[in-house]
C-alpha cells in the first residue's frame, strides 16, 4: 500500500471516529456545536489518522510503548481510543501525569472534546482535589495518587487500562508504577499498560518490559521554527527581556511563552514587562506556589498579547491555545554548588533539581543544564494550534555539548525510606532486590533501612514492625508517626500533626520574595520563637487560621500578603491537617488530646516531643561561644543554623533539625533547642549505640561528654526528689524523662 492509499484508508477510518463516542456515551442529536468543532480538529491530528493502527497493536499486546512529536495527540486521544475500546469491560482507564495543572487542564480537554461534563465520564484525581463520579470512566490523575492507590491493590483492579505518560520525566512515583505494573500484567493477562512520551527512550524501557509492542505516531500539527544564540550571555533574564520585546514589537501576532528557572526570576521579569508595557501586553506569571485561580488566568482569553512567564510547570502535556513564541533560557553561569536555598527555588524546576547525598543524608538543591529532552519538550509548547518559533537563549552548539539526553531519574536523587516501607507493607520484603528499572545506590537502601528501624517500623531482621504498618498508611511523611505518638503522651498531638501538614506542602509557609527579603523578615519576627522554628511555623498557621475566623474587613488574601505568608502553602496546610485528622481518628482511634496556649509548659511539651520523635537528627554545638557550628550526633558532620532560623542569635547547645541541606555551606534548618535529658533514655544514646572509633573510643567525645552532664544533672534532681518525697509530694510523677518539668519545679 502506497503513502497516499494508506492516508485515504486512515482518513475514511478516522471519518467514524465519533461512532464510538456516540454509541458509548450519548445521543449523537445532543452534542454540542463546539462538539463538532473539536471533532473537526481532533480528526486532523497525526495520532487520529493512525487509530486503527494503534488499536490494532493495543489487542495484540499487554504493554506498548507510544512515542510521537510534541501536540500529535497522545494525551488526549490515545486514552479515549483505549477508553472506547475497553468500554464494555466494564472498568476504568487511568492516565497518569507527574503534574497537577496538566492532570486538571488534559481531564478539562478530554471532557470537552466529548461534550461531557467533567467528573463524569471523565474525570481526574489530584492531592485534595477530585472530580470524579461513580458514572467515571477516563481518570486523569497524578502518578502519587495512582502509587497511593497500588499500594491498596498490587492487581490494580479497578482498571483495564493503564496510561503512564511524560514518561520519560521518570519521578520517582512513575519508576514505581512501572514496576508495580510490570507484576501486575503478570498476574493479570487482561489488564494493559501503555507508556507514552514524545521524548521516551524506546530501548531502555523495552529491555524493561520485554515483549512490549512499540507504536511510533509520524508527523507533527505544526512546525516551530528554532533559533539559537550566536553568543552565550549569562544574563538570561535581561536576555528574555529583550527576546520579549522584539517579539512584540516587531513580529506577528500570537502569544509567547517564556521559560525561566525560579519564581523570583520570574516576578523580577514579569514586573518590567508590566512596567514597560502597561498596554497591549498581558503579562501573566505562571510558577507552582500560585493559587489555582491564578494559574488558570493563563487558559483565558485576552484582548491583548499574552505573555506567560514559565517555569517548568509549563512544559509538559498542556497546550494554551494561541501560543507561537516560546522562548527558553538556559542557566549559563551554573556552578554544581549553587543553590536556590528557599524551598521555592527547590520547586521552580526548570535547571533547578533536588539531590539527596546518601552519605552525609543531606539535600541539596542544584542548579543545572537542562536536558536535550526538556528542549524539546519546551519547544513543543509552540506548534499546537499554529504554526510556531522557539528562541533559545543558548548556542546550538552548548545544546549539541552541554546538554545531557534526559533528566537522571528521580528514584536515583531522591531519599527512599518511605518508598522501602510502602514496598514492604505491599508484601515486598527484600527491597534491596526490588526489580527497578534504574536500581538505586545500595547506599541509598542501607541508609533507608538504617532510618526506618531507628524509626521502630522495621525490625533488626528488617520485617517491617505493626508501628510500620501504620506509618505506611499516612499521607505525610511516616516518620511523623513517631511524633504523634509522642505528642498524644505530651498533649500536644493536634500541634504534631499540624508541624507534619506545615513539612508536606510543596512550598514553605513564610515568603520570602527576592526584592523584598529584609521586609519579610521583620513581618515573620511576630511569628519567631527563639527557641524553635517549629513553633515558629505553629505561631504563623494560628494566626492565620484567626484571621480567618476573625471576621474583619481585611480580605485573608491582603492579610498574608501583609505578613509575608504563602497564602496558598497554608491553604494547602489546613486541608492536609484535616484530613490527617480525619484519618487518624478513624484509623488509628486517636482521641485529640491538645495541650493549650495557656498552659505554662506549651512550648516545652512541643520542644520535648519533637527531640524524642526525631533524636535521630539532632546536631550539638561546638563548646567554643563564639562559634556557630554544630556537629550531628549520628553521623558527626558539621555545618551551621540556617540563616532564615529564628535561633541564630540565641545559640543553643543541643538542637534537633528537620532538614540537612547544602547551598553551598551545610546548613541545618528548621531547628529546635533541646534538652539533652528529654534524650538520655533512648536507646540511641547508650553508649553501646553511640558511634565510636576502631580503637572503642568515642567518634564524638563532645557527645558523650554532654550527655553524661545530662545524666549527672538528672541524677542531682533525683537526689532532690528524696526530700520532696519525704515532704509527701506525688513523687511518682518525676521520672527522668520529665526532668525538664522536675527542674522548672525545683528553681520554683
Ligand atoms: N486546551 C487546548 N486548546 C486548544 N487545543 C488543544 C488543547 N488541548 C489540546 N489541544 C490540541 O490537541 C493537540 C494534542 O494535544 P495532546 O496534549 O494530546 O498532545 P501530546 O501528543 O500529548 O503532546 P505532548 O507530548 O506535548 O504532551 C494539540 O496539539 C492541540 O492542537
Not at 163 to 170: G, K, N, T, V
Not at 581 to 608: M, N, P
Not at 639 to 663: K, M
Not at 711 to 732: C, H, P, Q
Amino acid at each position: 500500500m502506497d503513502d497516499l492509499q494508506r492516508n485515504q484508508t486512515t482518513a475514511q477510518q478516522a471519518q467514524s471516529l465519533e461512532e464510538w463516542e456516540v454509541n458509548a456515551l450519548r445521543d449523537h442529536e445532543l452534542h454540542s456545536s463546539r462538539y463538532f468543532q473539536l471533532l473537526e480538529s481532533r480528526r486532523r491530528l497525526p495520532v487520529s489518522l493512525r487509530r486503527q493502527e494503534f488499536l490494532d497493536v493495543y489487542h495484540n499486546s499487554q504493554i506498548i510503548l507510544v512515542s510521537g512529536e510534541t501536540g500529535s495527540g497522545k494525551t488526549t486521544q490515545i486514552p479515549q481510543f483505549v477508553l472506547f475500546d475497553e468500554w464494555a469491560s466494564g472498568k476504568k482507564v487511568a492516565c497518569t501525569q507527574p503534574r497537577r495543572l496538566a492532570t486538571t487542564a488534559v481531564a478539562t480537554r478530554t471532557a470537552a472534546e466529548l461534550d461531557v461534563p467533567l467528573g463524569e465520564e471523565v474525570g481526574y484525581s489530584v492531592r485534595f482535589e477530585k472530580k470524579l463520579s461513580r458514572m467515571t470512566r477516563l481518570k486523569y490523575m497524578t502518578d502519587g495518587l495512582l502509587l497511593s492507590e497500588a499500594s491498596r491493590d498490587r492487581n490494580f483492579s479497578a482498571y483495564s487500562c493503564i496510561i503512564i505518560d511524560e514518561a520519560h520525566e521518570r519521578t520517582l512515583n512513575t519508576d514505581l508504577l512501572m514496576a508495580l505494573l510490570k507484576m501486575a500484567t503478570s498476574r493479570r493477562s487482561c489488564l494493559k499498560v501503555v507508556i507514552m512520551s514524545a521524548t521516551l527512550n524506546v530501548e531502555k524501557i523495552q529491555s524493561y518490559f520485554p515483549g512490549a509492542a512499540t507504536f511510533e505516531i509520524p508527523g507533527k500539527v505544526h512546525p516551530v521554527e528554532i533559533h539559537y544564540l550566536s553568543d552565550s550571555t549569562p544574563r538570561y533574564c535581561y536576555c528574555a527581556i529583550t527576546v520579549v520585546q522584539h517579539i512584540h514589537e516587531n513580529m506577528d501576532d500570537g502569544d509567547i511563552l517564556l521559560f525561566l528557572p525560579t519564581s523570583g526570576d520570574i516576578e523580577m521579569v514579569c514586573s518590567i514587562l508590566r512596567k514597560r508595557y502597561d498596554e497591549g501586553l498581558k503579562v501573566l506569571p505562571l510558577y507552582s506556589a500560585l493559587s489555582r485561580a491564578k494559574q488558570q488566568e493563563i487558559f483565558e482569553d485576552s484582548e491583548y498579547r499574552k505573555c506567560i512567564v514559565a517555569t517548568n510547570v509549563a512544559e509538559t502535556s498542556i497546550t494554551i491555545d494561541g501560543i507561537v513564541y516560546v522562548v527558553g533560557e538556559y542557566l549559563h553561569n551554573f556552578f554544581p554548588w549553587k543553590v536556590g536555598i528557599d524551598k521555592s527555588a527547590t520547586d521552580s524546576g526548570l535547571e533547578i533539581r533536588p539531590v539527596y547525598n546518601p552519605r552525609l543524608r543531606m539535600s541539596s538543591v542544584l542548579t543545572c543544564p537542562i536536558s536535550k529532552a526538556s528542549a524539546k519538550q519546551r519547544a513543543g509548547r509552540a506548534g499546537r494550534t499554529q504554526p510556531g518559533i522557539c528562541f533559545r537563549l543558548y548556542t546550538g552548539q552548548t545544546h549539541d555539548t552541554c546538554f545531557i539526553p534526559s533528566a537522571p531519574p528521580g528514584i536515583l536523587e531522591g531519599e527512599l525510606a518511605s518508598q522501602i516501607l510502602l514496598l514492604k507493607v505491599m508484601g515486598f520484603e527484600s527491597v534491596g532486590t526490588f526489580d527497578f528499572l534504574d536500581p538505586p545506590h545500595p547506599e541509598v537502601y542501607l541508609c533507608g533501612l538504617q532510618d526506618l528501624c531507628a524509626m521502630g517500623y522495621i525490625d533488626d531482621r528488617g520485617t517491617i514492625t505493626p508501628k510500620g504498618r501504620i506509618a505506611a498508611r499516612l499521607s505525610v511523611h511516616p516518620k511523623w508517626l513517631n511524633a504523634f505518638m509522642e505528642g498524644q503522651k505530651n498533649g500536644c498531638l493536634r500541634e504534631m500533626i499540624d508541624l507534619a501538614a506545615i513539612s508536606s506542602t510543596q512550598h514553605p509557609i513564610f515568603s520570602r520574595p527576592p526584592p523584598a527579603r529584609f521586609a519579610a523578615d521583620i513581618a515573620h519576627q511576630r511569628f519567631a520563637c527563639p527557641l524553635s522554628d517549629h513553633i515558629s511555623q505553629l505561631n504563623a498557621l494560628h494566626a492565620y487560621e484567626s484571621a480567618m475566623k476573625t471576621n474583619n474587613r481585611l480580605p485573608i488574601s491582603q492579610w498574608c500578603f501583609d505578613a509575608f505568608l504563602n497564602r496558598r502553602a497554608l491553604s494547602e496546610v489546613v486541608r492536609i491537617r484535616d484530613q490527617l485528622l480525619t484519618s487518624l481518628q478513624q484509623e488509628l482511634s486517636y482521641t485529640k488530646e491538645i495541650c493549650g496556649f495557656e498552659d505554662a509548659e506549651y512550648d516545652t511539651h512541643i520542644r520535648k516531643t519533637l527531640a524524642r520523635s526525631f533524636f535521630y537528627q539532632c546536631a550539638l554545638k561546638h563548646p567554643d561561644p563564639f562559634a556557630t557550628i554544630y556537629k550531628t550526633v549520628h553521623e558527626g558532620h558539621t555545618a551551621g543554623i540556617h540563616p532564615e532560623s529564628a535561633l541564630t542569635s540565641e545559640r543553643q547547645e543541643w538542637i534537633v533539625y528537620s532538614e540537612f541541606v547544602s547551598s553551598g555551606i551545610p546548613y541545618l534548618q528548621t531547628v529546635t533547642a533541646v534538652d539533652p535529658a528529654w534524650l538520655i533514655d533512648l536507646d540511641f544514646f547508650q553508649d553501646d549505640s553511640l558511634p565510636k572509633t576502631e580503637n572503642g573510643d568515642f567518634k564524638q567525645p563532645l557527645v558523650k561528654k554532654s550527655l553524661d552532664k545530662a545524666r549527672k544533672k538528672n541524677d542531682s534532681v533525683e537526689e532532690d526528689l528524696i526530700s520532696f518525697e519525704e515532704l509527701d509530694l506525688n513523687a511518682t510523677w518525676y521520672t527522668a524523662s520529665n526532668c525538664g518539668a522536675i527542674q522548672i519545679m525545683l528553681s520554683r
